[in-house]
């Protein structure tokens, strides 16, 4: 009886096999790989390859103005929406219940402020989505790999230019916004007000509260556009949904306003980061400069000491 030991019947295997390999019998589809090390290397230096590319990618990403043109946008957009949303219902609050008619030509009355208010938010909704992307440009410019080309003298001098006109940007329309804010709560307080007239109407019952809009400056001294608790157009424009959507919205851009400011503010950080290191940068290339062109000196001088040497010599 014959025993077949474990190597010796992969030795019989493999030689069998290898043999039908090299005359053609076996399909390309069952080939084994003749060198797993080398297989194994290239797909770990593939996983380590991808690694790096990600995290150099994460890493030269802006965060800080990522996350500051994001705010931007949604402040921007929830302000801009809501308040053209906001004034849209004001005009109708003014013509349904308070009897408000528009005046004939080029009267300046208050729908026509509401017009302009409304081309304003379009023009700010354009710029600030422009304004948006240049500091968001100039992040990624300021960040990660690009920081390289970023850095040579020239480009570093326009670019702290650009910061610095940015930056002096961002301050002013971080003050732009606070006035937007400050006014955005004055549409905000008085239809608070008529809101609590509303939901404690009952809790006054007997009490004859009036609504002058001559007191908001809606209309002029002359006119006279009063809406009382005990009228029925005062509790129609109560149960209406329009009033009670009207000043939601009105606090929704408030809120929008709100996120701007919060915006700007993390602009400001950012630039003056970006700033700070551009002028680091410039710095450290003039000494860079000042230090190689001191090694050339030096290199021309031995150069030339060993040229007379030799001339000396022969």
């Not at 990403?61 to 990522?66: F, G, N, T």
Request: with cysteine.
């Amino acid at each position: 009886m014959v025993t077949v030991t474990p190597s010796r019947l992969e030795n019989g295997v493999l030689d069998s096999y290898w043999h039908l390999l090299d005359t053609g019998a076996a399909s390309d589809a069952v080939r084994p790989v003749q060198n797993v090390d080398t297989f194994c290397t290239a797909r770990d230096q593939h996983s380590t390859g991808c690694k790096e590319c990600c995290e150099r990618c994460v890493g030269s990403l802006p965060w800080a103005s990522l996350i500051a043109t994001i705010l931007l946008y949604m402040g921007v957009a929830l302000f801009c929406g809501c308040g053209h949303e906001a004034l849209s219902g004001t005009v109708t609050i003014l013509q349904n219940y308070f009897e408000v008619i528009r005046a004939p030509g080029d009267t300046l009355d208050v729908f026509t402020i509401i017009d302009i208010l409304k081309y304003i938010i379009y023009g700010l909704a354009a710029g600030f989505f422009v304004f948006g992307v240049l500091l968001l440009v100039e992040g990624f410019f300021t960040t990660g790999a690009i920081r390289d080309l970023y850095g040579e003298f020239k480009i570093t001098a326009c670019g702290r230019c650009l910061t610095a006109f940015l930056m002096f940007l961002a301050y002013l329309f971080f003050l732009v916004w606070l006035g937007v804010t400050a006014f955005t709560s004055l549409p905000v307080f008085m239809y608070f007000n008529v809101w609590s007239m509303c939901q404690n109407t009952s809790s006054v019952e007997g009490t004859n509260l009036c609504l002058d809009l001559r007191q908001f400056g809606a209309v002029t001294i002359s006119e006279e556009r009063k809406l009382c608790t005990q009228s029925e157009k005062f509790v129609k424009m109560c149960e209406s949904n329009e009033l009670d959507l009207t000043f939601h919205l009105f606090v929704c851009a408030l809120a929008g306003a709100g996120a701007a400011v919060i915006a700007m503010v993390h602009f400001l950080m950012a630039l003056a980061a970006n700033w700070g290191y551009l002028k680091d940068a410039s710095r450290m290339q003039k000494y860079e400069d000042i230090k190689s062109k001191e090694e050339q000196e030096l290199h021309d001088i031995h150069s030339t000491r060993s040229k007379e040497r030799l001339n000396a010599y022969t």
